[in-house]
DNA sequence: AATTTTGCAACAATCGATTGCATAACACGG
DNA sequence: CCGTGTTATGCAATCGATTGTTGCAAAATT
């Protein structure tokens, strides 16, 4: 210990008891090799100076962590900010589900500058897996690692041809019951908000577009494919709004975040929802029912998804090969369509 | 290396490389101790291997963490959800600054069963330094702690008294300036929404207690003291609603959280906000303005306030004792008074 | 040519725990 | 009283890095 008498580590416990360090640390663990006289005399002696083993040591020698990265790759959005709803929640409802594991949950925002950002994590012997909030515009890397590293799960798309375990909705099926709820609502023109950049909008997108085909309006759907957050969303819907000829009847946004700015710079331009435009969001946050009008959307059930990403990653923390999850997106239909 | 020819650790590069561990070791930290050519050799051949040091073998020898641990205490509202929007916009302000300073993120939620969960944190040797998200109702294990464990910063009040450092908004002078805004409103009778065992809360309230006092209006007030979390609170106040006789005509809620809920209630009781009951919420969370009626509220500024938090973590984490910040709080009128 | 200086790299201790193996202490039956 | 068997503890290697000290050879100095 230290001039203060401060116990710092298991052998000046040790010295205190008049043990062995090894023996200390059998007996802070329990374990029956020690006598219970011995191990109720060190646990107390632990008490009353209240010591507590060092957790990095420990891990490093029984080689695990504690801990699940958490990653937030902002690829193609670099000025997203990690306060997005969409992200908060997901992160909420990740910090109870590991909280529950006894796990910690590492938070990393990730701008991927250079395609060596997931390595990094992955190799840093932190964490014992990692949990990506969305694929980004980083499908390659993340195949790639995900090739050798098995504790990787991500949210987002269930790609075909890509093997990287994922839990996400059903974006083509939640585009297309979007894009048919407005096609039943009497909409025949149509644009779509979002960056198909990312795999789960393209998809988001591929589903209306089929849905719209089916109907024979296949030609009439405009797409603003700005890279939109809380913050950009709004000037570039005004804006488009301004340039655009005929403002469609049928909007769809590729998320909830989006729909409200539209729904906000629709307002300002005096254009009457669901009068004149229908609007439908994805995601369905905990904000979507507070906005006005409120918003109807596709509902992606985020406490389920984060339950599935913890329980297959834990899954492939053991060693077991799972596959992915994919979940039905489902229509709520509120006052803005 | 194992079998698979794979780069484990140090040690292995060095034998690849025909150096001893220490070499390597200084190699790749680009030490001018090594030779130019023997360093480029090493690192050519770390990246071949895409090999990694190990982080936590490293932290555990200089003694450091590289993260700081965010703990949010959920003393006195066990069903208060992490997600919960004020805890997720502070979080997401924090990661960024952290981010920012070359540190990780280590993120707990909180429910503070033994008086021990502060220590146990801070003595794991997982962190180098701590923030807390808001007090709850744990100032003596909070002050207990700081007492010997200086990098401890908390959001949250700034109490008499108390030693620990902290950054928050003076709420007393938030409370105060909600009340007098609805005094100049003309509001005669008022109600507070708001469980004061917090003591950001207690110092509200206390607020409007003074400005009501000075007004004459001293005995106007009625309080709600439920535990009001996003969930709970609309049918708290819908029941308090139901039961009280005479509805009064100025609601201060504690935070934006709770007035959005009771905003929600007044109109479905058929109460015009804000013809006949005027509202003003407290933090100015994004969703404060795309509320309906958009919500007039006590500002606090966040980002401001993250930054202060890391800023002065930093500053204690190198030594220094620093004092606490106090933020001004300012007035947000909306549509809602 | 002898000596000092300089530059590079190896050696070994260290951070704080865990754990397989060796051993000491003690009890007990024969 | 000794051999055998438990039981409880100590010893020392280990996890994967960092770093002060030391040793050696080549370069610089006289």
């Known amino acids: 210990m230290d001039s203060q008498g401060r116990v710092r580590n298991i052998t000046d416990l040790a010295r205190l008891a008049g043990v062995s360090p090894g023996t200390v640390s059998r007996a802070l663990a329990d374990s029956h090799l020690i006598a219970k006289k011995t191990r109720d005399k060190i646990q107390q002696l632990a008490r009353e100076h209240d010591f507590r083993p060092n957790v990095m040591a420990r891990n490093l020698r029984i080689k695990r962590a504690g801990a699940i990265g958490v990653l937030i790759p902002l690829g193609h959005e670099t000025g997203q900010h990690i306060s997005d709803p969409f992200f908060m ?13 006894g796990h910690d949950l590492l938070l990393s925002r990730v701008i991927p500058k250079d395609p060596d950002w997931l390595n990094r994590v992955v190799d840093s012997g932190r964490v014992d897996g990692v949990i990506l909030i969305g694929q980004s515009d980083q499908i390659d890397v ?11 799960v991500a949210w987002g798309a269930n790609l ?3 093997n990287h375990c994922s839990v996400g909705s059903d974006n083509r099926k939640g585009g297309q ?16 908000f979002g ?7 393209a998809e988001r997108l591929e589903g209306c577009r089929a849905a719209l085909a089916l109907a024979g309006l296949g030609d009439s759907l405009s797409i603003l494919p700005a890279h939109l957050t809380a913050e ?3 000037p570039a819907i005004s804006k488009w709004l301004d340039d655009t000829q005929s403002i469609p009847n049928g909007i769809i946004a590729a998320s909830d975040v989006i729909a409200m700015s539209a729904l906000r710079a629709l307002a300002e331009h005096g254009v009457k929802v669901p009068g004149q435009v229908h609007v439908v969001g994805y995601d369905d946050l905990p904000f979507a029912n507070q906005t006005v009008p409120t918003l109807s959307t596709v509902r992606q059930d985020l406490a389920a998804g984060a339950g599935h990403l913890v329980d297959l990653l834990f899954r492939r923390i053991a060693g077991e090969e799972t596959g992915s999850v994919v979940l039905k997106p489902e229509l709520v239909v509120r006052q803005s369509s």
């Open 232 to 234: 950009t969303a709004h």
């Open 177 to 192: 019951i979007a894009a048919q709820h407005l096609i039943d609502r009497g909409c025949r023109n149509f644009a779509f």
């Open 195 to 201: 960056d198909p950049v990312a795999p789960e909008i």
């Open 89 to 101: 929640t997901m992160l909420g409802h990740l910090a109870d589900a590991l909280t529950e594991r």
């Open 142 to 152: 993340i195949e790639k690692v995900a090739s050798r590293y098995l504790p990787l």
């Open 160 to 162: 075909p041809g890509k």
